[in-house]
């Protein structure tokens, strides 16, 4: 059985998208699923018409992103860190890998990797195909894993990010300030 990667959103050269697709079409024990659109379109359908371990999904809408997410072992949110402010983001696909309960693999020194790191729910890359074949080799191995990984995932995602934490956190910044106003009358 193959091992699915899944990335949906905008295809731009910036996130290792190419250099990945590349990595997959060499390694039969890997099946890839990208959806989204940009500049990388159709790279994407040519590497899905050569290929029957990469699948091209074009556009799709956000519930079917989620489907897709869920279906799939291991999402990829590779941004390039040399970017400024992909070293500073913080993607949805880490939400959602997160709320999911899939490992992630992101590149070292993007935003959100040290949460990645410190939690061992996936695997930080170098931003390269061969760090990207190392990551992926590396996840693979700890494949028996997955399941404990998936629990502090969605551990981490009900306790810290969302939406009923996202609001508590959000009114006592709002109160915060308030209070902050009040005493500089």
């Not at 074009?58 to 072992?73: H, K, P, V």
């Not at 500073?88 to 899939?102: I, Q, R, W």
């Not at 590149?107 to 931003?127: H, K, T, W």
């Not at 939406?163 to 508590?168: A, K, L, V």
């Amino acid at each position: 059985e193959k091992v699915k990667l899944v990335y949906v959103g905008i295809l731009p050269k910036t996130r290792l998208l190419k250099e990945i697709a590349e990595a997959v079409s060499e390694m039969p024990n890997v099946e890839l699923h990208i959806g989204g659109f940009g500049r990388l379109d159709d790279f994407f359908k040519d590497m899905a018409a050569r290929f029957d371990h990469i699948h091209y999904h074009g556009r799709i809408s956000y519930d079917q992103t989620l489907s897709l997410e869920n279906e799939c072992d291991i999402m990829l949110a590779t941004y390039d860190p040399s970017i400024e402010n992909y070293r500073f983001a913080a993607p949805n696909k880490f939400y959602e890998s997160l709320m999911l309960g899939k490992p992630v693999i992101m590149a070292r020194g993007s935003g959100m990797s040290g949460i990645v790191e410190e939690n061992a729910i996936g695997e930080l890359i170098d931003f390269s195909k061969e760090g990207f074949i190392d990551g992926v080799n590396r996840l693979i191995s700890r494949k028996e894993e997955w399941p404990l990984i998936r629990e502090r995932m969605q551990e981490i995602y009900r306790n810290q990010y969302c939406w009923d934490e996202m609001e508590r956190r959000l009114i006592q910044m709002y109160t915060d300030l308030q209070n902050e106003e009040n005493t500089d009358c």
